[in-house]
C-alpha cells in the first residue's frame, strides 16, 4: 500500500500538509510520460546508404499523467471552511464525493478543486547531487520523503541541468515542497454492496491551469 499520497486543493497554502488535503491510500501509482517530436521521413535516404532515415524536430513538447488506484476510507480532513480551520471525519462514500465533485468543478472554487498532487517517495541524493546527511544507502528507510516531481537537481548550467539556462523549479529537499501541479483528468469509483471501503481510479495531469 503506497500511503504517503496526498491530494491538495486550490485553497491550500503554506506547508501543513494536513490541512486542504485529502489522504490516499493507493494500491498502485503509474507515471506515463508521452514526448511529441514531429517526425518525417527523408525521401530518397536509403538510395546511396541502402538505410532509410527519418528526421525529428524536438521541440520539448511532453504530456505527463499519474494514475492511481487504491480504496477509499473513513477518513478525518482539516479544511479551511468561512475562513476557519475546521476537522470533520468523512465517510469512504462522503470523500468520493468530495473528490468527484472537486474534478467537477471549475479551477476558481478553491474548497473543491484540485490543484496539486503529492506523492512522497526515498531519496538518497539532494537537489545538490550530494548524498543526504545520515543517509545508509543499504537502508531505503533512511532516505528523505520527497515530492515525486519532473525537476532535476543542480541550478542552471550545473548538475543534471547542463544546457538548461533557466531552471523553473528547484528538485524537492523537503517533504513540504511542491509537488505535482495540474488537474485531476478522470476519477471513479466503485460503491460495493456491504462494503464500507471504495475502490477508485484517478488520472492526474501535469499542467499549468488557467484560471
Known amino acids: 500500500?503506497?500511503?504517503?499520497?496526498?491530494?491538495?486543493?486550490?485553497?491550500f497554502s503554506g506547508t501543513d500538509s494536513t490541512l486542504n488535503t485529502i489522504p490516499l491510500k493507493c494500491t498502485?501509482?503509474?507515471?506515463?510520460?508521452t514526448k511529441t517530436i514531429p517526425s518525417m521521413p527523408i525521401p530518397l535516404?536509403?538510395?546511396?546508404?541502402?538505410?532509410?532515415?527519418?528526421?525529428?524536430l524536438d521541440l520539448g513538447m511532453t504530456n505527463k499523467s499519474i494514475a492511481l488506484q487504491g480504496i477509499i476510507t473513513d477518513t478525518?480532513?482539516?479544511r479551511t471552511i468561512d475562513g476557519e480551520t475546521n476537522t470533520k471525519t468523512f465517510t469512504a462514500h462522503e470523500v468520493a464525493q468530495i473528490i468527484a465533485s472537486g474534478v467537477d468543478a471549475m479551477s476558481i472554487a478553491k474548497n473543491q478543486a484540485f490543484s496539486e498532487l503529492v506523492i512522497l517517495?526515498?531519496?538518497f541524493v539532494d537537489s545538490n547531487y550530494a548524498t543526504r546527511s545520515s543517509v545508509n544507502t543499504d537502508d531505503r528507510s533512511s532516505g528523505t520523503l520527497v515530492p515525486l516531481t519532473f525537476h532535476?537537481?543542480?541550478?542552471?548550467?550545473?548538475?543534471?541541468?547542463?544546457?538548461v539556462s533557466i531552471v523553473r523549479n528547484e528538485f524537492p529537499d523537503l517533504s513540504?515542497?511542491?509537488?505535482?501541479?495540474g488537474f485531476i483528468r478522470t476519477f471513479g469509483f466503485n460503491i460495493e454492496s456491504e462494503a464500507t471501503e471504495?475502490?477508485?481510479n484517478l488520472e492526474f495531469e501535469v499542467a499549468r491551469t488557467f484560471p
Open 1 to 11: 500500500m503506497v500511503s504517503q499520497v496526498y491530494l491538495k486543493t486550490q485553497q
Open 28 to 33: 498502485s501509482v503509474g507515471v506515463t510520460v
Open 45 to 56: 535516404s536509403a538510395l546511396f546508404s541502402g538505410e532509410s532515415e527519418t528526421l525529428a
Open 76 to 78: 478525518s480532513i482539516s
Open 121 to 123: 517517495i526515498p531519496s
Open 152 to 163: 532535476s537537481r543542480g541550478v542552471a548550467g550545473k548538475k543534471e541541468n547542463e544546457g
Open 176 to 181: 513540504t515542497d511542491t509537488g505535482l501541479v
Open 198 to 200: 471504495i475502490t477508485f
